[in-house]
């Protein structure tokens, strides 16, 4: 018997031993597996970067046959990188890939697999779809599907690294950066230019572009190719929009493996309530740029058809490009003469009419956009409450936030005021000869654009200099905060008037709509003020040494174009010397990123000492 007993516990023994070592067994490949994991996903994130970089000298070079082949054997490297990623994933980290998949990966995961149909299955003779067949064998599905995947696992790296508790000022300055170095390449490809540029102008350029602002040293109509503009205009939209919402955009539609701090990172950058609505509101944000850019191309297109002189391709280009241009605030043109083009000075104005309304709703800001949807849907359900005859319980009281209130109070205010002041010191100086509507048009067109957009039909150097002035100021205020404008913004040019009436009328609080604003939106407010008349000052002596032949006039209007990222111009741009230009390129870096978040982003958030020191007083009268 105790034989037995003695056999039972040794084959418990034995199975017990199985099971711990099963157990140490799974957990050790377990780590292995998430090493190899960590591995991948730093190869892939090169070869993504890898694979940008050759597209880029795929597209942008003229090859030999031999070149070609290398390039093509290069993107199949990257190719078995990019699958052997995304099998690996599939077959030892399963669980993981499931949970923290969603259903953009998917597809461009099932899309890169696909890549691998013409090496598995050679190109059949006769085809059962022929379509299907030439785009699944073709270099451009394959390119294409590349790219794809470069784009959307560089994005989702980049939130890996905001969820390490990085600086995000740090990271939005870097990237601004980044984007703009590799614009400066990019411009400067053979296929973008017809006769080549320098690289300091083509770094101007892509600072301006990416910065939004709309100066350039060069002819931009007789620089650059189709292939060309078409870069410029990617580097615009992606300045506008924001490097970091665009990243944000594809990572988290990407992976759903996103880290609560990256996510609220990237929430305090759109304004949205909370992370839930974090992808609503950035599908939300994109398909209203689309949809207003659409839709600005079509009524341009609709207002130069029987004006200018191009074909019905080209001017559907002019039009797609000048709404972008418009809506991003940028300023850019690719016509000779800009919008000073006789054929449209001369035509019925319906253009300057629709440029300043895309101008407009792209310096509204994203916060305001975001405010408006919620709006609608919240008198939407008020609707359908009252339709079905129930009292809904617990609907908000403040449905427009205090943002959107000053913002658009102000914003309406200045642009009244502004097309008056225009209209009326102008009138007989740079509108005469024009008939009364046309002075109307001109007068809102001129006093629309210098907020930002940095389109002009009369050059400023014709401008009155009580109108000059005004022009500075509305420079100076630029449009709305996390908006496409620059400026130091109506919202905190609202809310140093805001304090200042308060504190001429004696009260304790800054109230505004029978709200509190509160000390810390006063203090930046009264921060970022400071910074721009300082930072401008500077600019301005800084230029007047570089450049001592030029008139005094034009060199503050051009630190102004420049640092509040509006674009307008005497027409001195290309004859800066090469240390005014680079400090033209700080001073519209400067202006998009910010003075205060570069500054946050290098010296970091330093909090109060542990000690309570005595409160004393300021003389200032």
Not at 540 to 560: K, Q, T
């Amino acid at each position: 018997m105790s034989g037995v007993k003695h056999l039972f516990q040794r084959i418990k023994r034995r199975i017990l031993g199985a099971i711990l070592f099963w157990e140490r067994a799974l957990r050790h490949s377990m780590n292995a597996v998430r090493d190899v994991c960590g591995v991948l996903r730093v190869v892939t994130f090169f070869a993504s970067v890898a694979c940008i970089l050759l597209a880029m000298a795929y597209v942008g070079y003229d090859h030999e046959p031999d070149r070609l082949r290398h390039i093509m054997h290069y993107f199949r490297i990257i190719q078995s990188v990019f699958v052997v990623n995304i099998l690996f994933n599939l077959l030892f980290n399963m669980k993981a890939t499931l949970r923290n998949t969603r259903a953009v990966k998917w597809i461009v995961d099932l899309s890169m697999l696909l890549t691998l149909l013409p090496i598995l299955y050679p190109r059949p003779a006769n085809p059962w779809i022929p379509w299907l067949e030439t785009i699944l064998y073709s270099n451009k599905f394959f390119l294409g599907i590349l790219i794809a995947y470069a784009i959307v696992d560089i994005s989702y790296g980049i939130m890996i690294i905001m969820g390490k508790r990085t600086n995000p000022s740090l990271i939005l300055s870097l990237s601004f950066i980044f984007f703009i170095l590799l614009g400066s390449f990019m411009l400067m490809m053979p296929k973008c230019t017809y006769h080549g540029i320098e690289y300091l102008d083509s770094l101007f350029l892509a600072t301006s572009a990416v910065c939004i602002t709309g100066l350039t040293s060069i002819d931009i109509p007789s620089t650059f190719t189709p292939l060309g503009v078409l870069v410029l205009a990617f580097l615009i939209q992606t300045g506008a929009l924001g490097v970091m919402t665009f990243t944000s955009f594809f990572a988290l539609f990407y992976s759903g493996n996103n880290s609560v701090y990256s996510q609220l990172i990237v929430k305090d950058m759109i304004y949205t309530k909370s992370i839930n609505a974090l992808i609503p509101t950035l599908l939300y944000i994109f398909l209203f740029t689309i949809a207003i850019e659409a839709a600005g191309a079509m009524f341009i297109w609709w207002s130069i058809r029987d004006v200018l002189d191009m074909s019905t391709e080209d001017q559907l280009i002019f039009s797609a490009f000048h709404s972008l241009s418009a809506f991003c605030n940028a300023g850019f043109l690719n016509l000779p003469g800009g919008m000073s083009n006789p054929l449209l000075m001369n035509s019925n104005q319906s253009i300057y009419l629709v440029i300043s309304v895309i101008t407009l709703a792209g310096a509204i800001g994203f916060p305001i956009l975001v405010n408006f949807r919620d709006v609608f849907f919240e008198y939407t359900r008020r609707l359908w409450s009252k339709i079905k005859g129930r009292k809904r319980i617990g609907h908000p009281v403040h449905i427009y936030s205090l943002n959107t209130k000053v913002a658009l109070y102000t914003t309406l205010i200045i642009f009244a005021v502004s097309v008056i002041l225009f209209f009326t010191f102008e009138y007989d100086n740079s509108l005469a000869g024009f008939s009364l509507y046309d002075k109307i048009v001109q007068a809102i067109f001129n006093s629309t654009t210098p907020r930002s957009s940095g389109f002009v039909s009369v050059s400023p150097a014709e401008f009155l200099n009580v109108t000059l002035v005004f022009v500075l100021l509305l420079m100076w205020i630029g449009g709305a905060s996390q908006s496409t404008a620059g400026g130091i913004k109506v919202n905190t040019f609202a809310a140093i008037l805001i304090n200042l009436k308060a504190i001429i009328l004696g009260h304790n609080k800054v109230t505004a709509f029978n709200r509190t604003i509160s000390t810390g939106s006063i203090r930046r407010a009264n921060a970022v003020v400071t910074l721009s008349i300082l930072s401008y000052f500077l600019i301005v002596v800084l230029l007047m040494i570089f450049e001592p032949g030029l008139s005094a006039r034009s060199l503050v209007f051009e630190a102004s174009s420049a640092l509040f990222t509006v674009g307008s111009s005497f027409g001195i741009t290309p004859l800066l010397c090469g240390a005014s230009k680079t400090l033209l390129i700080t001073a519209m870096f400067l202006g998009r990123v910010g003075i205060i978040s570069l500054l946050i982003g290098v010296t970091g958030n330093q909090h109060d000492k542990p000690v309570a020191f005595p409160t004393d007083n300021l003389i200032i009268n």
